[in-house]
């Protein structure tokens, strides 16, 4: 699956995109917070506050609880700020 | 159906105008809202926009359509820039038309409300003194204007 991150959540982890193999058991756009935090102290400082954090599933704004079988694109980033 | 364009390019929104109501009859209302980048007490050089392509272009036509199904628009037109921008140039131009101003007045709010609050831009300061600033937050004030037209 395709990651791809923006703004401070882009610079927090070190990298704009990458491409994972997900392990099993990954329901939720949470879990998958969940399950990136434990890859190094890089992710836990872009999720320190998982509340702040925003998740889009092929281009479309979603919540924590949303299910990500199927998504080809998953994006991690700040509220939003332009206008 | 809406115009939107994604680009670094500045635009010129007296231009945009004439082109939404040039060669009609129906329009009677058109509504430009232009955002521009300010210095803020002149600490700023710049700002610098990010975007996630893509999602900006969809995001965008989404809250367009929303606006077109709950107004009586004639024309919609959104521009928003990314890049570097330098104090006094534009970011942003919403445009809307309709028969009436009411229509195109709210319309235009609606569309800088949710600009503001869900289209996938962030803005970062560039200092006077030639060093990057942080990135700015994100305002509940913003929210709350959005939240009007739940």
């Given at each position: ?83 | ?38 210095d803020e007490g002149g600490r700023l050089s ?41 104090p ?40 006077r ?22």
């Open positions: 699956m395709k990651l791809v991150y923006f703004a401070w959540v882009r610079e927090r982890i070190g990298r704009a995109d990458e491409n994972v193999d997900l392990p099993e058991g990954l329901v939720t756009v949470a879990d998958l917070v969940r399950w990136l935090k434990t890859r190094g102290e890089e992710y836990e400082y872009a999720f320190e506050n998982e509340a702040v954090v925003r998740a889009a599933i092929d281009h479309e704004h979603v919540k924590p609880e949303a299910p990500i079988a199927g998504a080809r694109e998953i994006a991690f980033f700040p509220p939003m700020t332009g206008g | 159906m809406a115009t939107i364009r994604i680009q670094a390019e500045p635009f010129d929104a007296a231009a945009e105008t004439a082109a939404l109501a040039a060669g009609r009859g129906d329009v009677g209302a058109t509504v430009a809202f232009t955002g521009f980048c300010r710049a700002l610098e926009l990010e975007h996630y392509p893509g999602m900006a272009e969809a995001e965008i036509a989404r809250i367009a359509a929303a606006a077109e199904v709950r107004w009586p628009l004639l024309g919609l037109t959104v521009i928003h820039r990314f890049g570097l921008i330098r006094g140039e534009p970011i942003v131009l919403v445009l809307a038309a309709s028969a009436h101003r009411q229509a195109a007045f709210e319309a235009a709010e609606f569309m800088m409300d949710y600009l503001k609050t869900s289209a996938p831009f962030w803005k970062r300061e560039h200092l003194d030639g060093t990057t600033g942080s990135w700015v937050e994100a305002k509940g004030s913003d929210d709350a204007a959005t939240g009007r037209w739940a």
